[in-house]
């Protein structure tokens, strides 16, 4: 009976470790009947935050007038600004350069609908440095500022939305390389996403 | 390469090129309009600036495959829009021009801007048109020559 | 307003006329019957010095009067002012005349300096006597051919807007006899017009070239088509005077529209490698596919940041002896509070033209065809016909209007002309069109070059400086050119100490020196050459002195000036009369600067309203006075010096650098090289012309060395900082 029960206990243990594997990537996708723990939500918010604070979306989510570019999100070359609506001004439109898909041989990014995300929708301060995750988090999740969007919103947001499909296929710059790519893929992000939400949506407390 | 049908000016020109050539050299080399003018390449100048769907469009990072069967207006054209036709005479009136060469892309920034925003303030000019370079320095008189342009037009 | 192809030989006259038949497709533009005279070598000075009419002035016979341009325009106005100045004495209707710019030839030269070129702020001050006298030659001419029909007496006739009066009421006009008017002889001297009786000389008059630019119609040599033309592009070497050792050129070549790729000659004994396509954009993609291993190994790799340490250094010994008057023992004696040590740096800068460089040549293998946007057309023609085994005149060189220049096209080596030769020899009878783009521009070199300065001033007790040491380091940018004999003297290259070294201050103890230290780097003149650095220097020092004897800058100034310097002085008075009115009720956070300085014989003061937004000079205002002589068209002397100041303020951008990394440019384009958009600009100029009856000078440069200083010594006001390193990269 002891040896049943060490073999039981290791058994136990390779099914808890080779499980894991399991685990993880069921956080992605929860049964219908156990929606992940808080636990499981935050570390999902946080693989979240590495993706909205990446410079390929991150770039667009600024407290000011202008937006940034490149790796080092340098101020936005050529003056441009957000103009009333986020889509530039007339003259210098987002879409004076940007257009509805990237122009590789000439090096400028596009998808549809190119601009600015609202103020409400900042993810750094008017310096240029990047919120918390808590910060972010409450931000995202305040549906005064969020356009009305609940989890499921959300979701989709992260899953169709043109310009969050952008940043996983950014184009090429000026000189021929690749344009960096967040932490993780759209699957990934939008899996993260999924988790995050059917936790509740928990926020980080400290700030 | 590939063939591409265009809008241009009202007219629809056919165009044999490769798909990645921004539109600036379709017009310049394939369809021998030289109005619109190179100046840097990198949307930096707005020399290249033409209209597409009726947006201010650097044309030197648009490849002529995005351009599709949106209308695009150049400052050869820009003429027959009676906003266009005012900018241009107040640019002569006000002797705006030194070289030239960054005018046609001041113009048609210019005729964008008064076109969405028929009294712009001076904020509005400097917003508008603060990312067209003019080496000479014209800018004092490209304020002037679009605040004379929106008197006349109203 | 050239760019059409023209044969020559079209244009073969059988007698010299003022008449000419339009004889092109493009309609109307003619050539000089002047260009296919042989033995009419294009060196030394013109022998054409009595500059025969018929060369400058055309009329048609619908009226339209021709009116040959000797310069480039390039944003000057020289297109328009020259033209009226002819226009005014040969009484011709101003609406009737038509602009063109002369083709290289001999009698096109520059009457002062003997070749055909623009620069130095001449073109108004060398050719204005030189036009006046053309437009009453042509008048008188025309006057005598009416009187002979009619046989009446020359004196009873008068002319007005393209008519000649006779009397019992007898007119013909111009263009009626032109025929006959070329067959009088060429009158030796003429009566010009009093100033009180001039129509068009001192009026404001609207460019010619306005509509044409203002609708895309007007062609800039980067807009010429010539059928079966090529484009032509060159990858040129990281570093200046590097060759290949090794260029894979198979990816080059299999770009669909590739014609040929080679290497060629390029500046400084480098090696550059030639790209010949169907089209621009073919060109570009295929120059960008080449692989080429470049042997930097033999060739000096500057380095800014190693240049600064040696420049310093370089500053605090003497140099060559510019200028030395008095003694220096003030300089010993003083303490400390009496005694100010500036040291002063200013990198390389590009001039960046909007119209990027380039040269369309076809060469026949015994004659060539020249399309070019040049500010030195003799000197051009003449390398090209070098590279190409011609004679000069074997070269036909058609001057285009230019998008640009400031100093850029006026280049003593031709380093761009001879790229295009060696391509256009190469594809021995097809046209082809060099073209520079932006990269190859800001990183190609010919910049103004990088300068430091070390000023030492002992402070008097009357506040006034009792001595003045000043050392200058900078590359020299005439030595090892033909200018040299001209501006280089006991190793002092003027043009780097011009400025200073002539200043009208009563600096009594004064010792000016130069170092010119040699670097890989080609150097040219930048639209007013040292006036660009030395007036910051003599201007914020001189502001700084006011500050500490807490002057007034403007009384400080009139009080540190000779009372002989009297254009300096009355500029100065003006100024402060025209701006009183805003000087004197600035708001909060607003402080005035005030620059004056004289440059190319022309002398300007400045006063700039300036306040600190976003960390950045913020110029609301500027006020300029200025005495240039005649104002030939005060317009364009406005617009010189509303669109100057903003030029000028390159100097102060943030990113207005050209800095150089273990021998590679670290700037590419207008992302890296910013220069002022319109936000940068300042948002009223306001000129003052003090009315003159001398001879004109120009207003090309003289905008540009005040504006920094002013500026500047208008941040010192509000900050209590000195600013002596550029560009302005922080407040």
């Known amino acids: 009976m002891r040896s049943h029960n060490t073999r039981n206990r290791w058994f136990s243990i390779i099914l808890a470790l080779s499980a894991w594997p399991i685990l993880v990537s069921r956080a992605a996708e929860p049964g219908p009947d156990t929606a992940p723990t808080r636990d499981a939500g935050l570390a999902a918010w946080q693989q979240v935050y590495s993706v909205l604070t990446h410079p390929r979306c991150i770039n667009c989510h600024t407290a000011t007038n202008y937006p940034q570019q490149g790796d080092d999100r340098h101020r936005h070359t050529f003056n441009v600004t957000r103009g009333p609506g986020g889509k530039g001004v007339p003259g210098l439109n987002c879409a004076t350069c940007h257009q509805g898909a990237n122009a590789d041989s000439a090096g400028v990014p596009g998808a549809y609908n190119w601009h600015l995300a609202p103020l409400s929708m900042k993810w750094q301060d008017v310096k240029d440095k990047i919120l918390s995750s808590a910060q972010v988090c409450q931000s995202i999740t305040d549906r005064s500022k969020n356009d009305n969007l609940d989890g499921t919103g959300i979701l989709r947001h992260h899953k169709q939305e043109p310009l969050v499909l952008w940043a996983f296929d950014p184009g090429r710059r000026r000189d021929g390389t690749a344009r960096s790519l967040p932490p993780l893929t759209h699957d990934q992000f939008v899996a993260a996403t999924e988790t995050w939400v059917e936790a509740g949506m928990p926020c980080p407390q400290n700030p | ?135 000479c320095g014209t800018y004092v008189r490209i304020r002037k020559a679009i605040q004379a342009a929106a008197q006349r037009l109203s | 307003m050239s760019g059409t192809a023209i044969r020559a030989n079209d244009f073969l006259q059988s007698r010299r006329s003022f008449l000419r038949v339009a004889t092109t497709a493009a309609g109307g533009l003619f050539v000089s019957l002047y260009l296919d005279f042989p033995g009419f070598a294009q060196e030394g000075e013109p022998k054409a010095k009595n500059f025969p009419p018929d060369a400058f002035v055309h009329i048609k016979p619908d009226g339209a009067i021709v009116i040959q341009v000797n310069r ?18 040969m009484d011709a209707d101003w609406s009737r005349v038509v602009a063109e710019l002369a083709p290289a030839a001999d009698v096109y030269k520059d009457p002062v300096f003997g070749i055909q070129m623009v620069g130095g702020s001449g073109s108004i001050a060398h050719s204005f006597e030189q036009y006046r006298q053309l437009g009453a030659k042509v008048r008188a001419m025309l006057v005598a051919a009416a009187a002979d029909q009619w046989k009446v007496p020359v004196g009873q006739c008068r002319t007005q807007s393209s008519v000649v009066y006779g009397p019992g009421g007898r007119s013909a006009k111009y263009e009626a006899l032109a025929d006959a008017a070329s067959l009088q002889p060429v009158p030796a001297t003429v009566t010009l017009k009093k100033p009180s009786e001039f129509k068009l000389i001192g009026k404001e008059t609207r460019r010619l070239d306005s509509r044409g630019k203002c609708d895309g119609s007007l062609k800039f040599g980067l807009d010429l088509d010539l059928p079966g033309m090529k484009i032509a592009m060159v990858a040129h070497p990281p570093m200046f005077g590097a060759s290949p050792k090794f260029v894979d050129d198979k990816a080059a070549r299999s770009v669909p529209g590739v014609m040929d790729v080679f290497t060629i000659p390029v500046t400084r004994n480098g090696t550059g490698v030639a790209v010949v396509a169907d089209k621009f954009w073919t060109a570009k993609q295929a120059r960008d596919r080449l692989r080429i291993d470049w042997d930097i190994s033999n060739v000096e790799h500057p380095d800014s940041a190693q240049l600064r340490e040696k420049y310093m250094q370089l500053s605090g010994t003497a140099g060559n002896v510019a200028v030395t008057r008095g003694d220096l023992s003030a300089l010993g004696h003083a303490t400390a509070a009496d005694r100010i040590v500036a040291e002063y740096e200013f990198p390389y800068l590009a001039h960046a033209p909007m119209e990027p460089l380039n040269t369309t040549i076809r060469f026949d293998g015994n004659r060539a065809e020249v399309w ?47 790229e295009a030769a060696a391509i256009a020899k190469h594809l021995a ?99 007013s050459v040292g006036h660009t650095h030395t007036a910051f220097v003599m201007e914020t020092m001189v502001d700084e002195l006011a500050s500490r004897a807490k002057a007034d800058p403007i009384a400080y100034r009139r009080k540190l000036l000779r009372p002989d310097a009297r254009k300096l002085h009355n500029v100065l008075d003006l100024m402060e009369e025209k701006s009183a009115p805003w000087r004197n009720h600035l708001p909060e956070g607003h402080a005035a600067g005030i620059a004056c300085h004289e440059s190319f014989e022309t002398c300007v003061a400045c006063a700039v309203d300036v306040s600190i937004e976003n960390n950045r000079p913020r110029i609301h205002r500027v006020t300029i006075a200025v005495d240039c002589g005649v104002a030939v068209n005060p317009l364009t002397v406005e617009s010189q010096f509303q669109a100057g100041v903003s030029f000028g303020l390159s100097q102060l951008m943030a990113k207005g650098a050209i800095t150089l990394k273990d021998g590679y440019v670290e700037q590419n384009n207008f992302d890296g090289y910013v220069p002022p958009y319109m936000v940068d600009a300042p948002v009223t100029v306001d000129v003052h012309i003090v009315p ?40």
Request: aromatic share 6%.
């Open chain 3, 429 to 527: 009878g097809t046209p082809v069109k060099l073209v520079w783009s932006r990269e190859d521009d800001v990183q190609g070199g010919y910049y103004r070059p990088m300068h430091a300065h070390r000023v030492e001033v002992a402070a008097g007790s009357d506040g006034m400086p009792a001595a003045w040491r000043h050392v200058v380091v900078g590359q020299s940018l005439l030595m090892g050119t033909p200018f040299a004999s001209f501006g280089v003297k006991d190793g002092v290259d003027e043009t780097a100490v011009e400025g200073a070294a002539d200043t009208h201050y009563d600096l009594s103890n004064f010792h000016l020196s130069v170092h010119h230290p040699n670097v890989n780097v080609p150097v040219l003149w930048w639209r």
């Open chain 3, 372 to 418: 070019a946007g040049s500010q030195f057309q003799t000197i051009d023609q003449m390398a090209i016909a070098e590279v190409l085994g011609l004679k000069p005149e074997q070269v036909m060189f058609h001057t285009e209007m230019a998008g640009g220049g400031f100093g850029r096209r006026a280049v003593p080596d031709s380093h761009v002309q001879r």
């Open chain 2, 1 to 135: 390469m590939g063939t591409f049908r265009l809008h241009v000016n009202g007219q629809v020109k056919e165009v044999n090129a490769d798909p990645g050539t921004p539109l600036l050299w379709v017009l310049r080399e394939d369809l021998k309009m030289t109005g619109t003018k190179y100046g840097c390449g990198i949307s930096a100048c707005g020399a290249c600036t033409v209209h597409v769907a009726g947006i201010a469009t650097r044309s030197c990072v648009v490849p002529v495959s995005l351009v599709g069967d949106r209308p695009v207006v150049t400052i050869e054209g820009i003429g027959n829009d009676p906003v266009g036709r005012a900018v241009q005479e107040t640019w002569i009136s006000e002797d705006v021009v030194q070289c030239g060469y960054c005018q046609s892309g001041q113009i048609m920034s210019a005729v964008a801007l008064l076109k969405s925003r028929p009294k712009p303030t001076d904020a509005n000019i400097e917003e508008s048109m603060g990312g067209n370079i003019c080496r």
């Open chain 3, 72 to 89: 480039l325009e390039f944003g000057q106005g020289v297109q328009t002012a020259l033209p009226v100045v002819l226009a005014d004495e």
């Open chain 3, 692 to 731: 003159s009856a001398e001879n004109p000078t120009g207003c090309g440069e003289p905008p540009v060395p005040v504006i920094s200083p002013a500026v500047v010594n208008a941040l010192s006001r509000l900050t209590g900082k000195r600013y002596r390193s550029l560009p302005l990269v922080a407040l």
